[in-house]
Structure formats: structure tokens, C-alpha cells
């Protein structure tokens, strides 16, 4: 399936319609404003640098970022929750120390920031999914890195792989898109974690 929807993209056939319907990507992206604050803000992925993170719904993007404000005390004027006012004044989140009003400094705030981004980034999970392959001497595997889809290859069923970054070699290159992250979420659904080799994190 997920070499099916990479082929469907590259070679775009006639009669399929489904898997080439455009699709709006997200991303979560930080900057430095011209007050010198680290701001988070959701973009489209065709406009956007400095991702954290790339999201197929705009919801989803907006409620990672609410989960970040309220754990990290950030101010949802600066993270693109709010578009009016000085102060912000977001209905659920109520943290905010003052930066939007300068009574935070600049470096702590930024800090801040700083530590909510790598906690998020570290949340998202690298992992190889085992599965079968195309005869019955060799297992298929799925390489996620930090929570995205980056291909998939074919090793020996006799094979004994130490470290998870030994895996890598094996494995052929695909892009993520919507239709790989739905396929990954649909087997995720059915199957356990018994087959999945996560690497260890630091």
C-alpha cells in the first residue's frame, strides 16, 4: 500500500482519482519576531521553514500548540493563538507571564520556548515496523523518524540487527504524505506493538 501510494504520486495515472486529490499539509514553525521573541506559528509546508513538526489538519496543529502553552506557561499571542489585541486573552489558556505586556523577560520567555521544543520533538517517536515480506526468507521493514514516515526496505529473516540505526541501510526512501500517514494509522489500529523496534532515546 505505501508502495502503491507512492506510485500513484510519481506516475500520476489516469484513472486514479482518489490518492491524487490535493491534500493541504501543516506545519508547527518557530521564528524569532522583530521584538527579538521566539514565536510558534502554524504555517502551510510550501511557505514554511524551521518546522517542528508536519500535521495533515489544521485542528491537530492548533492543538498541539495549546497543549505547549498551557505545560510551558507560553503566551498564545505568541504562538499564534490570538491575532488581536496587545494582551493576550485566550479563552482556555491562562498561564501566560506577561510577555505580551513586558513584564517577562525576553530570555527567560525564550527559554521557555526553546525547552518546549525539544520536549515536543522528542515526543515524537523513531521506530521500525517488522512485517512480513515478500517471500517467506526475508521481513519487511518501515523506518519512522520522529514521528514521520521515511521509507521502507526488505532484510534477511535470519538477520540479527543490534542497533536501530542499523536498519537504515536497508532501507529505500519515500516521502511522507496524507495517504502514508493514514495506511500507518490504520495498521497501527489493528496490530499491536509486537512488532515494532523502537530506538532508544537519549
Do not use: W
Amino acid at each position: 500500500m505505501l508502495l502503491e501510494s507512492h506510485n500513484i504520486i510519481k506516475h500520476y495515472p489516469k484513472y486514479n482519482k482518489v490518492q491524487k486529490r490535493p491534500t493541504t499539509t501543516f506545519q508547527i514553525i518557530n521564528y524569532t519576531n522583530r521584538l527579538g521573541i521566539l514565536q510558534l506559528a502554524i504555517g502551510k509546508t510550501k511557505t514554511t521553514t524551521n518546522s517542528i513538526a508536519t500535521l495533515y489538519s489544521n485542528a491537530l496543529a492548533i492543538e498541539h500548540l495549546e497543549q505547549l502553552c498551557q505545560e510551558y506557561e507560553l503566551c498564545p499571542r505568541y504562538c499564534s493563538l490570538q491575532s488581536q489585541g496587545s494582551a493576550c486573552s485566550h479563552y482556555k489558556i491562562k498561564k501566560c507571564n506577561g510577555i505580551c505586556q513586558d513584564l517577562e523577560d525576553v530570555q527567560v520567555y525564550n527559554k521557555r520556548v526553546q525547552e518546549a521544543v525539544y520536549s515536543f520533538q522528542q515526543q515524537q517517536d523513531s521506530y521500525i515496523i517488522k512485517g512480513k515480506g515478500r517471500t517467506p526468507s526475508e521481513v519487511s521493514i518501515i523506518l519512522i523518524e520522529q514521528g514521520e514516515y521515511k521509507g521502507f526496505g526488505f532484510i534477511d529473516a535470519q538477520e540479527s540487527i543490534a542497533y536501530f540505526e542499523d536498519f537504515s541501510q536497508y532501507i529505500t526512501r519515500y516521502k511522507s504524505s496524507y495517504y502514508t500517514t493514514k495506511i500507518l494509522q490504520s495498521y497501527h489500529k489493528k496490530n499491536t506493538n509486537k512488532n515494532i523496534v523502537t530506538k532508544a532515546r537519549n
